[in-house]
Nanobody, 124 residues
Framework: QVQLVESGGGLVQVGGSLRLSCAAS????????LGWFRQAPGKEREVIAGISGIGGSTNYADSVKGRFTISRDNAKNTLFLQMNSLKPEDTAVYYC?????????????????WGQGTRVTVSS
């Protein structure tokens, strides 16, 4: 059984930084795509960053491109999201997800395992 556990969320001021982590257990995830999603109050869950299981290519939503960086440490089964220049609109619950395939796709039904989420609040 795959388990994903996020950490690193919290309260930060506008322009600040946070680093989220997602620790995976249950199976080796090196060949699978991983992603970060977020869900703001009253909005649908959206993918903001993904990293493939082959070659580690990355994709970002336009809203975070240039500010957020996704990375993975396969030896430690850990996924990261470095978030810089945070804005109030980045306030959301952030989730990591694993897809049982190497390629990143957008739709949430295509992701098979989810963490419980970690809350990020950006205050102005």
């Amino acid at each position: 059984q795959v388990q994903l556990v996020e950490s690193g969320g919290g309260l930060v001021q506008v322009g600040g930084s946070l680093r989220l982590s997602c620790a995976a257990s249950g199976r080796t995830f090196s060949s699978f795509a991983l992603g970060w999603f977020r869900q703001a109050p009253g909005k649908e869950r959206e993918v903001i960053a993904g990293i493939s299981g082959i070659g580690g290519s990355t994709n970002y939503a336009d809203s975070v491109k240039g500010r957020f960086t996704i990375s993975r440490d396969n030896a430690k089964n850990t996924l990261f999201l470095q978030m810089n220049s945070l804005k109030p609109e980045d306030t959301a619950v952030y989730y990591c997800a694993l897809r049982l395939a190497p390629i990143v796709v957008v739709g949430t039904p295509n992701w098979h395992h989810w963490g419980q989420g970690t809350r990020v609040t950006v205050s102005s």
